[in-house]
């Protein structure tokens, strides 16, 4: 597995941000985290990020505990391993496209632009490279972002609504390069509050104030896949408890039904 979590919680003071989440990612899948606020997904978005660590339970990337790593180790993983896409651009707006593709380099102390022209071209900005990001359009921002995630390789792509500030023509887009990196082997974890942005992905999970309340395969070879290699549902040890508060949403939102903003109906 690329990711396994073991038992995972998050406890700030007296609120369990996570409670016993029990995960496996394999390489080369898509999955989708779906929730309302506050129901976990960027706590847990953090913790696979390496930019945050569990109060209690364990985290294993490619079987090595990440516990066990030193800070810089950390920091190495987050360079190499992960590629991050957020909501917000973050890009420095003095600096050109291809100068904030690059910024993601500056941590290994080299700098190509070669290879960050690379990244730009798979997102097709090749020919927007010297152009500040006030001269973008926000779809176009948002690839950048994507390139910036891209230069450095990572196996893990981490996206924390991508596509929240988009049109549809732009978030078609991203969803469409997601879709090639995922064609490519790339893993993507996708938080999203948008119900058709989850159905893209192979897996969806739903959390509710912390536990996984919820688990779907929207591709059923996928899904047979990760069974013949050992994979195990996705579960919460606090979901019982969870079920007899009735504060447990059922089922999954329907794509067809679902606003862009996450809204629609729930079905069964």
């Known amino acids: 597995m690329l990711l396994d979590l073991d038992h995972v919680s998050k406890i700030y003071g007296d609120l369990h941000a996570l409670d016993d989440l029990n995960l496996s990612i394999p390489q080369g899948q898509w999955l989708a985290v779906v929730g309302s606020s506050g129901s976990g997904k960027t706590t847990l978005m953090n913790i696979l990020g390496c930019m945050d660590t569990p109060s209690a339970g364990s985290v294993r990337l490619e079987g090595r505990p990440l516990e066990d790593l030193n800070p810089s180790q950390l920091a190495d993983v987050r360079k190499n391993v992960i590629g991050l896409v957020f909501q917000k651009f973050y890009l420095v707006p003095h600096l050109t496209a291809v100068e904030n593709v690059m910024v993601a380099q500056y941590y290994h102390s080299v700098v190509d632009e070669d290879q960050a022209m690379r990244a730009l071209d798979r997102v097709g900005l090749a020919d927007r490279a010297k152009h500040l990001p006030g001269q973008l359009s926000g779809g176009?921002?948002?690839?950048?972002?994507?390139?910036?995630?891209?230069?450095?390789?990572?196996?893990?792509?981490?996206?924390?609504?991508?596509?929240g500030n988009l049109d549809e023509a732009n978030e078609k887009i991203v969803l469409d390069l997601f879709r090639q990196l995922h064609d490519q082997g790339t893993s993507l974890v996708v938080v999203t509050h948008d119900a058709l942005v989850a159905s893209c992905a192979q897996r969806e999970i739903m959390l509710n104030h912390g536990v996984l309340v919820g688990e779907q395969w929207n591709d059923e070879d996928a899904r047979r896949a990760y069974e013949e290699?050992?994979?195990?549902?996705?579960?919460?040890?606090?979901?019982?408890?969870?079920?007899?508060?009735?504060d447990v949403p059922v089922g999954f939102r329907d794509p067809t039904k679902a606003a862009k903003t996450g809204g629609g109906n729930r079905i069964d």
Not at 229 to 246: L, T, V, Y
């Open 229 to 246: 290699i050992g994979g195990r549902p996705a579960f919460s040890g606090s979901a019982d408890k969870e079920a007899q508060s009735g």
């Open 140 to 163: 176009e921002q948002q690839r950048v972002c994507v390139a910036r995630a891209l230069i450095n390789e990572p196996k893990l792509i981490l996206a924390d609504e991508p596509t």
